[in-house]
């Protein structure tokens, strides 16, 4: 039982995780980013459009469409999100509500274009694109290590590639002078921009690369939890994404810390009303737990909380 | 033959919407000399060195570096002409250390395994440390901004210049935070710098500065070249004419005082800010009626959360505040303002304004809750018309569409016109002035102060605070000097001389 | 009227039509007639005649549906824009919604309570429970600094799950899969009357959607607490300067919201629906940003506004069954007038910018 739920706590909370790095990027850099939601799923409608290509043109035995499904979903995502950096940098719109613009039409966009394409390209109306749930890796030996042995028993091969991204992730935003830039912006721009810097790039690159991120953590979500795509995928998993990088203080490992507790909250919440064998009706109530539990760290952490300074102003060079 | 300039900005004219910030203005500046432009607020000093830093683009006119034009198009460009700029408000990343802040844009870098580009920042640290001993600017690299006071903030943007190799150096008003003694090293470092080769262009409205350290003067008057002059043999009356285009009245006109009962007493004020900082450390005063008391002090002293936790904005740690026998220590600021509290915060923008108003909304901001403004809840448009006419009209306030004004699109002088105004109207027996001439012109600087003097005459008990110790020498009847959240030494104005309560305001001297 | 309303209103529609527009350019890839399917749009609302009526049906059915449609949405609207005034982003509409309407459902829906007790004990059922989830996010936010979005979202979520937990043990009809229809005295809307030999949806919450338009109106530009709100939205520190208690008014503003939010709630449930579909929260909350958005967030713009909106909304079905295009382009083209919606502010600017230099040059050549 202990297995189970840190194999499916570690495949929920390192979607999330990868998810909550994008938006510190753009949050760092002091745009708002309330689209998360949107972008997980538009990432996850385009990686899942061309698996389902592949798949129906290479058979469902190649990995290829998996992988390609993972590249054009942070491809999508990173495409979508260029919406959110016109809105917020080139025609000043209001951050918050930018976002969640971008979220309400990426839902009607996607659940229409997948009902759309299912009906003229491939002659079947659906509103889903079915991709199975991704093949699993166990690794022989580590796997063997009780209880800590479960980490790497049935690991889903995205979560390898999440680690890959936030180790790339981490050196990026704390190494390199693109991370000090992006980072000074969103405390004050006005000093990156004295500085030779440019504010509006290096924001729009941030937010591209949530929106990648983002992306990806929609095809894991895909791949794992629903097993297809479908208006199913807004979940809210970007809010709660959002409420995980808010805990971690928009600092890349205490927010990992938070994607656990909502990732082991989540999976020890099903094994028990497994174990208690209880009727399933009542794991929607174990489905609340991720949320409940945000609520309450959120009153008790909100507070002291510091978020970047510029956070949600739009940078306008003439204002002083 | 043509003198060999390192800097000419000719016949350059920069338009914003409504204003023309720069008309027809040529300066050449000398390499290795401290050419200071002179001009009050709105002048237009400050644009037209933000185009020679490459922040603005001229409209019309050319702009030459070392006998060649060149098109500044942004101040990385202008970093590259070896230009630097200490801008007004300080342009630093508050989280960051100060060798993070100074690197930002040149970072140097390193490679890790010979393949991983990181930033250096031991490096960094070192370079900066020997500049600093260098040109005798003491910071330490590794602390962080926000820890540090605004004069190492000021150093540590002269850095930022030094760092990049400036050779033409341009300070915006550089004096304006500091206190007489920091005022005294900054101008000091800056005749080093000179004497070190650099070109420094000094942007000021400080007659002294000038005076002390510059070798030319350019004056601007409302975005025109005005006159150009050596500074030696140069009198101070003669450039402030020149400055306001008219004779200046340097002195407040004012008649002795008379005090009265006591208005406001505050005993052992203990505050806090949001970040659970002590500011205020157990302030004790009193203000009689007819009497302006005056706090002295550098920014950040703790003199503006005294003001604000005596309205009511911050909540109080310990200590009384009694206005006019009420104590009104743990009231909501509505029964403050009742109790005889009228309050000129020192940002009118975020403070003393709700800037999407209009003007009648915003002068009916203290009392659109009692009649005849609301019955039982229920507004009477009527009543603020009236009541925003005739305030208009009794303050002078300059708008485009009188009532329906928006308060955003008013200029800085009618904004603070309208909250003088509204305060006034309150007849309540504390004012608070909180920096009330702060970014605005001579004339209406003189009416503001004409204005406090008024009210003490009225018998009213005022409360100023200020940055500027010009107008505290002018204005107060009684002076207490603040520092670290502490008032060192309370004392009729008359026993005090400029420099004393500058020695006060740095805590050299101490409380006996 | 002055120039500015009038400017936001030109600007205003042209969001509209670009959004038509849009939605045009999509309908004609797709390979049908956009002039067309518009003109289904219309013929769904009942307000441009159809081809030909099924038995008991007319144009005025059609209309009779439609106002029962748009009834929810004026209140939703109105309860963004009340939160809007105060500067708080109400995204949890849809939630308090349905808790309202399921509450009511419970107590009242399923009573067998006359009708002329059962309406207004829905209505006031409604208004509490709407009232009680509004406030919780108004006080998360004043007291713990909870960002009013994501803490509306979780309790989206939660009581999304919750409330079909409820239904699926203790409420569901075992055919529809949704909750129990509730009995008709309780309903707000008089169902399929028969008048004349057609029949009619009568939805009496209509009336009051008007009468709540009128009122947030005078609120807001007649009263203590509409002048209150408004400070506190425009400028908190400012509000608080002027004696304001600003985390009392986050509140109540949210309460308010919360309130419109709970009618909305139980006109939709127990309306224009009669039950609740599990698992689900109505796209109406969300669709209600778009209107508050275009309406300018004043009540009359937003009556205007959610006319306009709700005819794309409710004619998608006709339109889709006319010409074979997905009803979700519905959604599309209101996510499209939301986009643009987004952009008025800037647009705005640049007209006033644009106008500012026209008068500076005519004023530098008299």
């Not at chain 1, 909502?262 to 174990?275: C, E, H, I, K, T």
Request: charge should be positive; charged fraction near 20%.
């Amino acid at each position: 039982m202990i297995d189970n739920i840190i194999i499916d706590g570690m495949s929920f909370a390192l979607p999330l995780f990868v998810m909550a790095i994008g938006g510190i990027y753009s949050e760092r850099s002091g745009i708002t980013n309330l689209a998360l939601e949107g972008l997980q799923g538009f990432g996850a409608f385009t990686g899942a459009l061309v698996a389902y290509c592949l798949m129906r043109s290479m058979g469902a035995g190649s990995s290829v469409p998996y992988w390609m499904a993972l590249i054009f979903a942070m491809i999508g995502g990173a495409v979508y999100s260029l919406l959110h950096v016109t809105l917020c940098i080139k025609f000043k719109a209001n951050q918050v509500i930018s976002g969640v613009v971008i979220n309400i039409l990426a839902v009607a966009l996607t659940t229409f274009m997948t009902k759309t394409i299912n009906k003229k390209v491939f002659g079947a109306p659906s509103d889903k694109f079915d991709l199975g749930v991704s093949a699993r890796i166990t690794i022989p030996g580590l796997s063997k290590i009780p209880v800590i042995g479960a980490f790497f028993k049935s690991v889903y091969p995205f979560e390898f590639v999440i680690i890959i991204i936030a180790i790339i992730a981490w050196y990026f935003l704390y190494k390199t002078t693109f991370g000090l830039r992006l980072r000074a912006c969103g405390d004050n721009p006005h000093a990156v921009d004295a500085a030779g810097g440019d504010v509006a790039k290096i924001r729009a690159l941030a937010v591209c690369v949530s929106g990648a991120l983002s992306g990806l953590a929609g095809i894991c979500f895909a791949y794992s939890i629903s097993a297809k795509f479908s208006g199913d995928i807004y979940m809210g998993y970007g809010y709660l994404a959002i409420a995980g990088y808010i805990f971690g203080n928009w600092n890349l490992l205490p927010s990992l810390a938070a994607c656990l507790i909502f990732g082991f909250a989540r999976s020890g919440g099903y094994q028990l009303v497994q174990a208690l064998g209880m009727p399933s009706a009542y794991s929607d109530l174990v489905m609340i737990l991720p949320y409940v539990l945000t609520l309450f760290l959120l009153i008790f952490l909100s507070k002291n909380n510091q978020a970047p300074k510029a956070l949600g102003e739009t940078y306008d060079k003439s204002k002083r | 033959m043509t003198e060999d300039y390192i800097i000419e900005m000719r016949n350059v004219t920069k338009r914003f919407p409504g204003i023309v910030a720069n008309d027809d203005v040529t300066i050449k500046v000398r390499k290795g000399e401290i050419y200071a432009l002179l001009g009050e607020n709105g002048a237009g000093k400050s644009t037209l060195m933000s185009m020679l830093f490459g922040m603005y683009e001229p409209d019309e006119g050319e702009i030459w570096v070392r006998g060649k034009k060149e098109e500044i198009k942004s101040p990385s460009y202008a970093t590259r002409l070896n230009i630097g700029m200490v801008h007004q408000h300080f342009k630093l990343v508050s989280n960051y250390t100060i060798a993070e802040n100074i690197i930002l844009g040149v970072e140097p870098k390193k490679k890790a395994f010979g393949l991983f580009p990181y930033v250096d920042i031991k490096t960094a640290n070192e370079k900066i440390r020997s500049l600093s001993e260098k040109y005798g600017l003491e910071v330490d690299p590794e602390k962080v901004i926000s820890d540090v006071n605004v004069s190492t903030r000021q150093r540590v943007e002269i850095l930022k210049m030094l760092y990049r190799e400036a050779e033409i150096l341009i300070f915006d008003e550089p004096t304006a935070v500091l206190t007489p003694q920091e005022i005294d090293s900054l101008l000091q470092i800056i005749k080093n710098l000179r004497d070190g080769g650099k070109t420094i262009i000094l942007i000021t409205h400080k007659l002294e500065e000038i005076k002390q350290v510059a070798d030319r003067c350019a004056i601007l008057r409302r975005g025109k070249l005005i006159d150009v002059r050596d500074v030696e043999g140069m009198d101070t009356r003669e450039m402030a004419n020149l400055m306001v285009g008219r004779q200046v009245q340097m002195k407040v006109e004012k008649k002795p005082a008379v005090f009265g009962k006591e208005i406001l007493n505050i005993k052992d004020l203990r505050v806090k800010n949001d970040d659970d900082f002590e500011v205020v450390k157990g302030v004790s005063f009193n203000i009689h009626a007819g009497e302006i008391f005056a706090i002295a002090g550098v920014s950040g002293n703790g003199q503006t959360d005294i003001a604000d936790a005596i309205a009511g904005l911050l909540p109080v740690s310990s200590g009384k505040i009694i206005v006019d026998g009420t104590d009104v220590t743990d009231m909501s600021v509505r029964k403050r303002t009742e109790a005889g509290i009228s309050y000129i915060p020192e940002d009118r923008h975020s403070v003393g304004l709700v800037l999407d108003f209009d003007l009648k909304d915003n002068l009916a901001l203290r009392r659109y809750y009692k009649e005849p403004f609301a019955k039982k809840g229920v507004l009477d448009p009527k009543s603020f018309e009236d009541y925003g006419t005739k305030l208009i009209d009794k303050y002078d306030v300059r708008c485009a569409r009188g009532n329906t004004t928006i308060v955003r699109s008013m200029s800085g002088g009618n904004q603070q016109k309208a909250i003088i105004g509204r305060e006034i109207e309150q007849d309540a027996p504390l004012t608070i002035f909180v920096q009330p001439t702060r970014g605005l012109d001579i004339g209406a600087i003189e009416n503001i102060h004409r204005q406090i003097v008024e009210e003490r005459d009225k018998g009213k008990a005022v409360l100023l605070i200020s940055l500027e110790l010009d107008e505290i020498m002018a204005l107060a009847d009684t002076i207490g000097v603040i520092y670290n959240g502490q008032l060192g030494k309370i004392a009729p104005a008359a026993e005090f001389t400029t420099s004393e309560v500058g020695e006060y305001m740095m805590g050299v001297k101490h409380h006996d | 009227m002055t120039d500015q309303n009038k400017t936001r209103i030109r600007v205003a529609i042209l969001s509209v039509l670009l959004s038509l527009l849009a939605g045009a350019v999509v309908i004609l890839i797709l390979g049908k007639n956009p002039l067309t399917a518009y003109f289904n749009l219309l013929q769904g609302c009942g307000l441009l005649p159809k081809g030909k009526y099924g038995g008991g049906k007319s144009m005025i059915t059609d209309l009779s549906s439609y106002i029962d449609f748009l009834t929810p949405m004026v209140f939703a609207a109105l309860s963004y824009a009340v939160a809007m005034r105060a500067g708080l982003f109400n995204i949890g509409i849809s939630g308090q919604m349905l808790t309202a309407g399921f509450i009511a459902s419970i107590t009242i829906g399923y009573s067998t309570l006359a009708a002329p007790i059962a309406k207004p004990l829905v209505l006031i059922i409604g208004i509490i429970a709407g009232m009680l989830v509004g406030s919780l996010i108004g006080f998360l936010k004043e007291r713990f600094n909870i960002n009013e979005v994501v803490s509306s979202i979780m309790i989206n979520y939660i009581v999304r799950y919750v409330i079909s937990f409820f239904i699926q043990t203790k409420y569901v009809d075992p055919v529809s899969r949704q909750s129990k229809n509730i009995c008709d005295s309780a309903r707000l809307t008089l169902h399929q009357i028969k008048l004349g030999g057609y029949k009619y949806d009568i939805p009496l919450g209509f009336v009051l959607a008007i009468i709540a338009v009128i009122a947030v109106k005078f609120m807001f530009d007649r009263t203590v607490l509409g002048y209150e709100l408004h400070a506190v939205g425009s400028n908190k520190v400012a509000a608080k300067y002027a004696g304001i208690r600003t985390g009392r008014s986050l509140i109540v503003s949210m309460a308010i919201s919360g309130a419109l939010a709970g009618i909305a709630g139980v006109t939709y449930y127990l309306g224009y629906f009669a039950s609740i579909q599990p698992k689900v929260l109505v796209s109406t909350g969300y669709d209600a940003i778009a209107v508050g958005l275009l309406g300018n967030n004043d009540p009359v713009g937003i009556l205007v506004a959610s006319f306009l909106i709700e005819i794309i909304q409710n004619g998608s079905a006709y339109m889709s069954s006319q010409s074979g295009l997905e009803s979700e382009i519905a959604s599309v083209i209101t996510g499209l007038i939301l986009l643009f919606s987004a952009c008025n502010a800037f647009f705005l600017e640049k007209l006033a910018q644009k106008k500012a230099e026209e008068s500076r040059k005519k004023g530098a050549k008299a």
